[in-house]
C-alpha cells in the first residue's frame, strides 16, 4: 500500500526565512505527487503537482527518487504562507489519492 | 462557475441513526471522490466515481458505508447505524477526468453522540 509521511505536525519559521516542508513516500513504482494546501476557513485545494513542475506562489518541490521524497520549499516565507499543507500520492494507475497526516506552517511576523 | 459544493455542513446524529450526505460537483467533471478527515489526520480516501459506477470503493471502511452517484452527477455518501467512531470531516472532490487535478468542497462536519 502507498504510504505518503509528513515528519513535523508544526513547523515554526519567520517572515522571510526559508522554508522547507518534508514529504516522503513509500511506493516502489513511478508515483505522482502533490503538494495540497489548506488555508483558515478555506476549502482544501492544490498548490503543485510534480509533473508540472511548476512554482506556485513561490513553493517549488523536487522528486527525489533515491530518498523518495518530495519536499516543498519556499527561499522566503510570507505571513500569508501560513496553513496547513498535506503531501499526496497517485499511484499504480488507481485514482486513489494518499494524503499525508499535515503539516501546520505558522510564519511569525 | 460554482466550486464543489456539499450539504449538511454540519451534522449531528445520535447512534445508531442513519445519515446521508450530499455531494454536487462541478458540472461537468465526470470523476467524483469521497474521502474522511478525522482530527489530525490528512484526508483518506473512501470511494471514487467515474460517471455513475463506483470505479473504486476499496476506502470504505464496512458495509455500513454506501455511496451513489445515479445521474453521474450528484453524489450521496449513506451511512446506516452510525457509531461515533464515524465522527470525522467527509470531504467531497470532483475533477474533470480521472487524474485531473481534484477540485475539493468545504466538506460535511458530521458528529455522532
Known amino acids: 500500500a502507498q504510504r505518503v509521511t509528513q515528519p513535523e505536525k508544526l513547523l515554526s519559521v519567520f517572515k522571510g526565512a526559508p522554508v522547507e516542508l518534508k514529504c516522503n513516500y513509500s511506493y516502489s513504482g513511478s508515483p505522482e505527487l502533490f503538494w495540497y494546501v489548506q488555508y483558515s476557513r478555506q476549502r482544501l485545494q492544490l498548490l503543485l503537482r510534480?509533473?508540472s513542475r511548476e512554482s506556485i506562489k513561490g513553493f517549488t518541490a523536487d522528486l527525489n527518487k533515491g530518498e523518495t521524497s518530495f519536499h516543498l520549499k519556499k527561499p522566503f516565507a510570507q505571513e500569508e504562507d501560513s496553513a496547513m499543507y498535506y503531501c499526496?500520492?497517485?499511484?499504480?494507475?488507481?485514482?486513489?489519492?494518499?494524503f499525508g497526516t499535515g503539516t501546520k506552517l505558522q510564519v511569525i511576523p | 462557475g460554482a466550486g464543489v459544493s456539499q450539504t449538511p455542513s454540519n451534522k449531528v446524529t445520535e447512534k445508531g441513526k442513519y445519515v446521508e450526505l450530499r455531494c454536487d460537483p462541478i458540472?461537468?467533471?465526470?470523476?467524483l471522490y469521497w474521502y474522511r478527515q478525522s482530527l489530525g489526520q490528512g484526508p483518506e480516501f473512501l470511494i471514487y466515481f467515474q460517471g455513475t459506477g463506483a470505479a473504486d470503493d476499496s476506502g470504505l471502511p464496512n458495509d455500513r458505508f454506501f455511496a451513489v452517484r445515479p445521474e453521474g452527477s450528484v453524489s450521496t455518501l449513506k451511512i446506516q447505524r452510525t457509531e461515533r467512531g464515524d465522527s470525522a470531516v467527509y470531504l467531497c472532490a470532483s475533477s474533470l477526468n480521472p487524474g485531473d487535478t481534484q477540485y475539493f468542497g468545504p466538506g460535511t462536519r458530521l458528529t455522532v453522540l
Open positions: 499526496a500520492s497517485l499511484g499504480g494507475g488507481y485514482q486513489k489519492v494518499t
Open positions: 510534480h509533473i
Open positions: 458540472s461537468g467533471h465526470t470523476a
